[in-house]
């Protein structure tokens, strides 16, 4: 059994799954596990994006909040000036990707790296947090959309079929749209990752030096991938801002960055189904946690729905125990079941990750 | 129970059907009340007592028979400071709790996310906190004070005492904003002048320059619409830079979050304030009130703030609402308030304005001394003038937006 | 004038205590490389130690100045002892469990304090500046800084452990190279730089009170300066705090707290874009 | 004698207050197979960076065909056709022995060509047996193969070798010096080493460096007879 045939199998497996899940869901699950499933699809995409910047771009991001956030205020507003979604959601993609392709120029050809890239991202999200969160009086308006500060923009409307602004889009609807849009932004990656171009970006992530010697622009190459995930990350904002019909700074804030931060963690860098996993499963807990509180004043109770407190614990016992992150872990496992030729073999499929201390 | 497909297709309306159906069915099985409040994170201190108020609200009805003879089952979401959850739980208390009536949302921000989901999904919603006003919306109710009901109050009476030249600090968002307008017209209207208006975001923590500038400015007193735990640091600040003697302050926000508590009594006693609820409040009604929620959350408890008597009336403006309507049934309830139904609250008489769905109630202005709020006055059966300015649901039911109100 | 002069007072205030919260960072980042987002909770903590102490009729100065930095560096020890150490070399892995931790800590405060904790007012009272009162509480925390890097300066400079920090900020294996062993370099060290932290977190509390979630107010903001700063943990320190402060403080008094918050921000970008190594990287190489 | 392949005029790196490399002249002619040696510290592997792109001349230039690329990014250089094998192997650690060559490999080829050069190239240096392997995971030796294969595979006009025979065995020693005789047949090559038996392999020409500038060139029988080489530079290696 050859890596192509594993390769392909494995492929050929997620998108049967993926399909069945997004056919059958609707028609099995409750409609408000089809809503929590719809913004987990969302976030998702999000992680993605970051997986592609960092887990094989090797680009160390803190600030992906900050093109998910301009993509849903990209969408708020223009949706509340043009009224059709055909042109706010390419707004909400393309905007994005041009501010991630300024400040990539900005960065990379600066010969900014590693940990610094870190805290550039960061600064620059927590920048548009403050400037975002204080544009609450009348004055801050663009056209007729007020940006409405730390309340944010209430009341969008949702994305309608191209053309028609009367046929909105529904909850169902909006869920077939959110898992396909994983769907193919999954499969888009998995072939940019197969194309010349990805494996090159992967090399670069190695050992950015050699990859010089060899003649690449690693200046480049980090360039397209940052605008891509800041693409993506945008596309996800417009989901987002579809999805709760609201925005708010809240989405540019430092728990934000980090919540997606952890999803990659969690998943596991390096890998894509990973992100997505964690994404969904750090998502999940939360909610489930802050579910069915106990009333009252039993100190105990009280600590055991204390949900700061168990997602915590959790975490750091998942630092400790999960080391490579879920999917690698579980991986390794599985492979470790079977015989080294195809070891060998798909090690070739998802390159590992080189820690950068 | 499953949704098929068909009924999926036909939407929320079919949804709300099942939902309603589903939990009248029986009369053995509990009625579902859903409370969405911050119970971690930074807005933690205005959502715990809340839900405590609510918790104790739906023992003593429980312990009261329930309701149509039903138990009522509190559903307690933590939304964890976070509004993405918001919008999940509010679809889960819509969807999978069916829930008779929604209690929750802090700041207006949580209120505007709830609101569309559960009008969508045509589920009773109770607002219980005082904000800017103006929300105009048949689904919703809303308990708390609106600035018409305080600021106008507070401005003259200080103005009285301390003079006519104020300064505001407010919290730099919608509410802040709002109010701090409403302190302008009423301070003008009063023969004052507002000298300058300064916003800080809710994260703020350093006030230094700010307290210089206000010393430039030399107010007769300052106004505060500052609002959270980093705000907190500004009576700090300027206590400690020995402003508090020379400079008095009056706010519609202090105390809410318990600042008087946290800060020490040399850091803002001789503050002025003014709310619909005051733990001290002397009637019969609070006294009875006050000491069954010692008994039942410890005598060591804080302090009853004015969000929680919201929430606590909010639930019994609701049950006394069902009572009448003898049905949970959304619309049934909602007529059943617009006929004005009113409570004998621990805060006094407080009656629902039907034309506006909010409240019509007494308020106190009060002074802080050590630790404690000493009501000075009372102004009996406030109208929300603010909101009935823009809002009429009697005339325009389907109205569904928050007015601006033109000031 | 005596606005001037007042000014000065709070611009020297603002870099104080951005010093004074970045500086337990800078040693843990600057000699472990560890980024440590459980920081802005080793502050929050440090609040609330000197908080239970004074309540408990411990005079106010012990418990900011020697309670609070002991239970924090104590905490950090543990920390270190039964989570970082086994991540050492590994960066990321230790921003999820740190990240974790500072989740941990904020709702394990607000279990026990709940989130209502009475505060302690700012002693020294308030002094004139011609028209202007301001606090002396002010000149207090500027002081502590002063003092508190005077302390790490002599430290780096002529005890054994200063010796080794300034080795392994020049390169990571030289702790071992000098025939220490790491494991107790590193758990002194994270534990020195949490009891920093403790100590800034309780020479703030008086000023910006205490709350389980004060901690993100500061960990953003620190960890822009002790990156904008550079390798060199004191020269790097001080100096970005300077830079940052005097724009941070200067603008706020011009404008608006907004955009003073924002003004330091840009000044933080565009100072790693033009020094990608952080002002250490760049100048003083030789520095503390 | 046609115009050089490489020339550098008076070419110096300063760091800080020290002096690496002091204003060197050096020319390579088209072809032509040149040995660096000199003691640790004498400023060979600075100069290859210079001549790579990787460090910025202090003062000075390199002339590549005449072409003045002593400003030029390190890419630009390796694609006007010089590749270099550091000291330390330089390779993609976390891909497998092909990757790396692939990687190498797609820069000057379609995609479809570079499979068939990336398999002639295992051959060549006998890694087919573990291209499927990390680089990361191999023996030093073979790394050293590796690299050696990704600098070939971009088929550069001039190859710089860093101690290419370090830590090899005795008889991958010999395999290297002729591997380099082979490439030598119509490529041009700098190679820096200490090993004097692989040196006596493959030199002809020898460059002795010595505290950053040239002390003397000469062919290899010559140097190796030359006292002031001895005194700085064979003393030890002999007594060693």
């Known amino acids: 059994m050859n890596p192509r045939v594993l390769n392909f199998l494995g492929l050929g497996l997620a998108g049967v799954v993926g399909i069945a899940f997004m056919i059958l869901t609707p028609r099995l699950a409750e409609l408000d596990t089809v809503l929590d499933l719809t913004i987990y699809m969302i976030m998702a995409i999000l992680a993605l994006s970051l997986a592609l910047i960092w887990g094989y771009g090797g680009i160390l991001c803190f600030g992906q909040s900050a093109f998910f956030g301009l993509g849903a205020y990209t969408y708020a507003i223009a949706m509340f000036n043009i009224g059709d979604s055909t042109v706010p959601l390419l707004l909400a993609i393309a905007l994005p990707a041009g501010f991630a392709a300024l400040l990539g120029y900005f960065m990379f050809y600066g010969r900014i790296s590693d940990v610094y890239l870190g805290v550039i991202t960061l600064t620059v999200t927590l920048i548009l947090f403050n400037s975002v969160n204080s544009t609450a009086g009348p004055e801050f308006h663009i056209g007729v959309a007020r940006l409405g500060g730390f309340n944010g923009i209430p009341g969008i409307p949702p994305l309608n079929f191209p053309g028609s602004k009367a046929a909105v889009i529904d909850l169902e609807g909006m869920f077939y749209l959110s898992t396909a849009a994983l769907l193919a932004t999954y499969f888009g990656l998995r072939m940019l990752l197969a194309s010349r171009f990805g494996r090159i970006m992967v090399g670069i992530r190695e050992n950015e030096r050699r990859a010089e010697l060899l003649g690449y622009d690693p200046r480049a190459y980090k360039l397209a991938t940052f605008t891509i995930g800041g693409a993506l990350a945008g596309f996800a904002g417009c989901l987002f801002a579809n999805w709760g019909n609201f925005v708010s700074p809240t989405i540019f804030g430092l728990a934000q960055s980090a919540q997606i931060i952890i999803w990659v963690i969690v998943g596991g860098r390096g890998t894509l189904i990973g992100p997505i996993v964690g994404c969904i499963g750090v998502q999940w807990l939360s909610a489930a946690l802050g579910a069915n509180q106990p009333s009252g004043s039993d100190w105990w109770a009280r600590v055991l729905a204390n949900v700061p407190l168990i997602l915590g614990i959790i975490l750091v016992a998942f630092v400790l125990l999960v080391p490579k992150g879920l999917v690698p872990t579980l991986g390794e496992f599985g492979l470790w079941l079977v015989r080294s030729r195809v070891r060998r073999a798909a090690t070739g499929l998802e390159p590992k990750q080189a820690e950068k201390g | 129970m499953r949704l098929d497909r068909r009924r999926f297709l036909q939407g929320t309306a079919a949804i709300a059907a099942t939902g309603t159906f589903g939990s009248s069915a029986w009369a053995e099985d509990p009625i579902n009340v859903a409370s969405i409040h911050d119970l971690s994170g930074g807005l933690d201190i205005y959502g715990k007592p809340m839900v405590d108020a609510l918790t104790l609200a739906v023992e003593e009805a429980n312990a009261a028979g329930g309701l149509l003879g039903r138990q009522i089952k509190l559903i307690n979401y933590d939304t964890q400071s976070n509004m993405q959850l918001y919008t999940q739980f509010a679809q889960q208390a819509a969807l999978k709790d069916k829930v008779a009536v929604v209690h929750g949302g802090i700041t207006s921000a949580s209120r505007e996310v709830i609101r569309p989901v559960l009008d969508r999904f045509k589920t009773l919603y109770f607002y219980n906190t005082q904000y800017e006003g103006g929300v105009c919306d048949r689904n919703q109710f809303d308990t708390g004070v609106t600035p018409a009901q305080t600021v106008e109050k507070l401005v003259p009476y200080a103005m009285k005492k301390w003079g006519k030249k104020v300064y505001v600090v407010a919290a730099d968002y919608n509410y802040g904003q709002i109010t701090s307008q409403w302190v302008k017209k009423y301070v003008t209207e009063n023969g004052g002048e507002v000298s300058s208006i300064d916003f800080f975001p809710l994260d703020v923590t350093n006030f230094g320059p700010t307290i210089s500038k206000i010393q430039a400015a030399k107010p007769d007193f300052v106004w505060s619409a500052l609002v959270g735990g980093a705000h907190i640091s500004f009576y700090r600040q300027w206590a400690a830079a020995g402003m508090r003697k020379s400079i008095p302050m009056a706010s519609t926000t202090f105390a809410v979050g318990n600042e008087h508590i946290v800060l020490s009594p040399d850091e803002c006693n001789g503050m002025l304030i003014c709310y619909n609820y005051f733990q001290d409040l002397k009637n019969k009604t609070n006294e009875a009130f006050v000491a069954a929620f010692h008994k039942r959350f410890g005598a060591d408890y804080p302090n009853v703030t004015e969000l929680a008597m919201g929430t606590y009336q909010g639930f019994r403006l609701w049950a006394e609402a069902v009572k009448k309507a003898g049905s949970i049934d959304r619309m049934k309830v909602i007529e059943a308030l617009e006929t004005g139904i009113s409570i004998d609250a621990p805060s006094g008489k407080v009656t629902i304005d039907p034309p506006t769905h909010h409240c019509v109630l007494d308020v106190h202005i009060a002074e802080v001394k050590d630790k404690k709020l000493n009501v000075l006055e009372d102004f009996a059966q406030q109208k929300p003038s603010d909101t009935a300015a823009v809002c009429n649901l009697i005339k325009n039911p389907d109205d569904n937006q928050q007015y601006v109100i033109k000031i | ?288 | 004698m046609a115009a050089p392949l490489l020339e550098t005029r008076n070419l110096s790196m300063r760091f800080g207050g020290v002096q690496a490399v002091r204003n060197v002249d050096f020319t390579l002619a088209e072809g032509e197979l040149r040995c660096l040696i000199g003691p640790n510290g004498a400023g060979k592997s600075t100069f290859f960076k210079m001549l790579t792109g990787q460090l910025q001349p202090s003062q000075g230039q390199v002339l590549f065909r005449g072409r003045d690329i002593s400003q030029a990014y390190a890419h630009q250089i390796a694609r006007l056709g010089i590749g270099i094998k550091t000291q330390v192997p330089s390779v993609f650690d976390g891909l497998s022995v092909r990757e790396n060559i692939w990687l190498a490999a797609n820069r000057i080829h379609s995609r479809d060509r570079a499979g068939n050069v990336v398999d002639e190239m295992l051959e060549r240096l006998g890694l087919t047996g573990v291209a499927g392997r990390l680089v990361g995971q191999l023996a030093h030796g073979q790394r050293q193969w590796v690299e050696l294969g990704i600098v070939l595979s971009t088929d550069p006009e001039l190859i710089l070798l860093d101690e290419p025979a370090a830590g090899m065995t005795y008889d991958e020693v010999h395999r290297t010096a002729q591997l380099v005789r082979e490439i030598n047949r119509n490529r041009a090559l700098i190679v820096v080493e200490h090993d004097m038996q692989f040196i006596r392999m493959i030199a002809k020409q020898v460059t002795v460096f010595n505290q950053g500038s040239v002390l003397v060139e000469d062919a290899v029988e010559n140097i190796l007879r030359n006292p002031l080489v001895r005194d700085i530079y064979l003393g030890k290696q002999a007594a060693a």
């Open chain 3, 1 to 288: 004038m005596d606005l001037i002069a007042l000014l000065a007072i709070q611009v020297l205030y603002a870099i104080a205590s951005l010093a004074l919260i970045s500086v337990g960072l800078a040693i843990i980042f600057g000699m472990m490389r560890v980024i440590n987002l459980a920081h802005g909770e080793f502050l929050m903590l440090g609040g609330y130690a000197a908080i239970v102490a004074t309540s408990n009729g411990i005079n106010i100065w012990i418990a900011i100045l020697a309670v609070a930095p002991v239970v924090v560096g104590i905490i950090g020890v543990i920390v270190e002892r039964t989570i970082i150490r086994f991540l050492y070399g590994r960066m990321i892995d230790t921003m999820l469990a740190t990240w974790g931790l500072s989740l941990f800590l904020v709702g394990l405060t607000t279990a026990i304090f709940g989130n209502t904790t009475v505060g302690i007012s700012a002693p020294l009272g308030s002094f004139q500046i011609g028209a202007y009162r301001t606090s002396g509480y002010t000149l207090f925390v500027i002081a502590v800084a002063a003092v508190t890097l005077g302390c790490i300066f002599a430290a780096l400079r002529w005890t054994r452990l200063g010796l080794i920090a300034r080795g392994t900020m020049q390169n990571a294996d030289m702790a071992a190279a000098l025939g220490v062993n790491p494991p107790r370099v590193y758990a002194v060290t994270f534990g020195i730089g949490a009891a920093l932290s403790g100590l800034a977190g309780a020479v703030l509390a008086p000023v910006s009170g205490v709350f389980p979630t004060i901690g993100v107010a500061y960990v953003a903001k620190s960890f822009i300066t002790v990156i904008g700063g550079g390798a060199a943990i004191l020269s790097g320190t001080v100096s970005a705090s300077a830079l940052f402060g005097t724009i941070n403080q200067i603008a706020t008094f011009a404008t608006t707290p907004v955009f003073g918050e924002v003004a330091l921000l840009a000044a933080a970008i565009v100072l790693i874009r033009l020094l990608p190594q952080g002002i250490t990287g760049r100048f003083f190489r030789r520095g503390l």
